[in-house]
């Protein structure tokens, strides 16, 4: 990367004039904390002691008996407090907005599982907090919306354009441009204008760290694949960023969903439907039109079907040092119903897409290869997602009669 955040031009800060300060004051305070030995120290311990960290690496022996190749590990995000990797995010964040001093967070929120995290370090901290999510998210993530609200944070539904995730990024901005001196931007992803993509990897980058430790730890020696699935692409870059200069192979799992001929699909790098543009930002590979327009997405899981991806993602693409694979929505039920029979772990939608990549692959490789898998997030939390994804009857019925409660 160079000092304007570009990756071999992928990146950059596209904004606007009024909020260049702003963004100045956001890269020196990064990279002071960055260069105060104390700061990692801190941010290690509350995540150690508010989030469960280091999360468990656990061994999964019924999926590795079963496909009968290399050992499966599987990296524990589930594990953090709010069930995801998103917490280490905002916590980071939240260090440094006390380091600037201001007082009022905001963010932008798709599946709602950023906006639940932000809420909560916002509580936390003794921040004010605004949400912006698109209506869509909103009607569909009701669950995440009830525990933002209980947690003080004010949700703004979005009702512009589609009215999901690009749309609350937008609104959030706008915000943002109105609210400088107080407020910080907490950007859920590694996406964005520099110093975001940079800033989420670095406070995300303590998966990997933990990860290789303990693979070391575990087997003494590195695994041959690890596989995480990819909306804006931080909990990829996360688990990554340690293996970066290793001989390990990196696989990005995008959302397939109805597969990547139908164009109800969210594959920015690995189908032929995304193209090099500027938006929101920064610049990297978009689902866009010929016009520039961005295309409408879909995904099974709410927190895959972003129109961009991290510019970090797609200059790795570029250079060929992480593979990107598309998982298909009904293969990633069929992966989260195995994994929940199989090892008693219940992995989101969204990190259910790696898992399928790895089921594909383990039995084509050795006893003495490892793979790894990271579990961004915790699939009970997604119940009502899920619950439709399998078309439960019992579910269903459950649903009409609390309905039916809240009508009599
Ligand atoms: C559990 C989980 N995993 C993955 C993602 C995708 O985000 P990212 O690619 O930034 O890790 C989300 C987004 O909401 C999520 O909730």
């Not at 990692?40 to 009968?68: K, V």
């Not at 009701?142 to 749309?167: C, H, Q, S, Y």
Request: aromatic share 10%.
């Amino acid at each position: 990367m160079d000092n304007r955040g570009y990756y071999d031009g992928f990146g950059g800060a596209f904004i606007p004039e009024i909020l260049v300060a702003t963004f100045d004051e956001l890269v020196d305070a990064y990279m002071d904390a960055k260069a105060d030995s104390g700061f990692w120290r801190e941010y290690e311990q509350i995540m150690s002691s508010y989030s469960c960290r280091p999360t468990p690496l656990t061994f999964a022996g019924n999926l590795t008996e079963h496909f009968g190749g290399a050992k499966i590990y599987i990296k524990r995000e589930d594990l953090n407090h709010t069930g995801a990797h998103k917490a280490n995010n905002v916590m980071g964040q939240g260090l440094l907005v006390k380091r600037m001093g201001k007082k009022r967070v905001i963010a932008e929120t798709g599946a709602g599982q950023h906006g639940v995290a932000t809420a909560t370090m916002a509580a936390r901290f003794g921040f004010n907090c605004t949400i912006y999510m698109g209506e869509v998210d909103v009607e569909r993530q009701r669950p995440n919306v009830f525990w933002m609200e209980r947690l003080g944070a004010e949700v703004i539904p979005v009702k512009e354009g589609t009215r999901i995730l690009k749309d609350a990024i937008n609104e959030a901005f706008r915000d943002w441009v109105t609210n400088m001196d107080t407020t910080h931007y907490v950007l859920g992803t590694a996406c964005g204008p520099h110093p975001f993509p940079e800033m989420v990897t670095y406070f995300q980058s303590i998966i990997g760290k933990e990860a290789r430790k303990q693979i070391l730890e575990l087997e003494g020696v590195l695994p041959k694949r690890v596989y995480a699935c990819v909306g804006g692409g931080s909990n990829a870059m996360g688990i990554f960023s340690d293996f970066m200069d290793d001989p390990v192979e990196l696989v990005g799992v995008e959302a397939g969903g109805e597969g990547l001929e139908s164009s109800r699909h969210a594959s920015r790098l690995s189908s032929k439907d995304a193209s090099i543009g500027v938006a929101q930002g920064y610049k990297t590979y978009f689902l866009q039109d010929d016009d520039g327009q961005m295309k409408e997405t879909h995904s099974i899981a709410a927190g895959l079907d972003y129109v961009g991806v991290s510019p970090i993602l797609s200059h790795l693409k570029e250079t060929g040092r992480v593979r990107f694979e598309a998982a298909m929505d009904h293969e990633v039920v069929d992966a989260l119903s195995f994994t929940i029979r199989k090892e008693g772990l219940i992995p989101a939608l969204e990190s259910s897409h790696a898992f399928v990549q790895a089921f594909k692959e383990a039995s084509e490789l050795s006893g003495d290869d490892i793979l790894i898998i990271n579990q961004s997030g915790r699939g009970d939390k997604d119940i009502f997602t899920v619950a439709d994804a399998f078309k439960d009857p019992g579910w269903e019925k459950f649903i009409i009669k609390k309905a039916e409660g809240y009508n009599a």
